[in-house]
């Protein structure tokens, strides 16, 4: 080897002798690899003979309940047509209040008033309101201020009973006027009215009667 003048250094002496061992190493796997597939016999996969069994998924439709027929209707009955034979000579009598005589009626039932609850009393005379003025006087103040000022009005319907003195002795509200306040408010009038009494038959009698109380703005 020519001396070049150039001093090699260890590492520069183990690369060049690494190049040579690396194609040797490549040499032989590649031979130990080809007498592998050449010499040794191909692996083959045995066959375990497992034989599997095809499931089929088998969809029933859906069980449908017949209802029964309904039941046959009964037909209605022939309606029958009586024949009522009436005599052209029957009259009915007039009726007067002079024919009823109210003197021997029975007592009413005991513990009940007349004046508890709104009844029938027959009267021929219609009680009249005496003290109108008073009363718009009355039912001025009563007048909620709240509903006033905000120009809510109203119109309550009451029942009254008024005594054969002609005061009001007890009441109901009819109608309803829509608002709790201006009912409460016509039930405090109603204590101030004087009426003439009711009368049957020129005799002065108590009785139930009607009266509008009406609440407004002028």
């Known amino acids: 080897m020519e ?12 690369k060049r002798a690494s190049t040579n061992w690396t194609q040797v190493g490549l040499l032989v796997a590649v031979g130990l690899h080809f007498g592998l597939f050449v010499l040794v016999r ?41 024949q009522v ?18 003197e021997n009626l029975p007592p009413p039932p005991a513990g009940s008033s007349p004046a508890d609850r709104p009844s029938f009393i027959p009267f021929d005379t219609n009680p009249v309101l005496l003290n109108q003025a008073e009363v718009r006087r009355i039912l001025e103040r009563r007048y909620p201020r709240t509903l006033k000022d905000a120009g809510i009005g109203g119109r309550v319907e009451l029942w009254l009973y008024v005594t054969e003195q002609g005061t009001v002795e007890n009441f109901e509200v009819k109608t309803s006027s829509g608002n709790q306040l201006l009912d409460e408010a016509a039930g405090d009038v109603v ?28």
């Open 191 to 218: 204590q101030a009215m004087r009426f003439t009494p009711a009368k049957n038959r020129d005799k002065v009698t108590a009785v139930w009667v009607s009266q509008f109380v009406k609440f407004e703005v002028v």
């Open 3 to 14: 001396d070049t003048g150039i001093r090699l250094t260890a590492n520069d002496h183990f």
């Open 42 to 82: 191909p692996f083959e996969a045995a066959d375990m003979g497992v034989v599997v069994d095809e499931l089929e998924a088998v969809s029933f439709p859906p069980e449908v309940k017949i209802p029964p027929p309904p039941e046959q209707i009964a037909r209605p009955a022939t309606p029958r047509v009586a």
């Open 85 to 102: 034979e009436m005599s052209e000579d029957i009259t009915i009598a007039p009726t007067t209040f002079e024919a009823v005589s109210t």
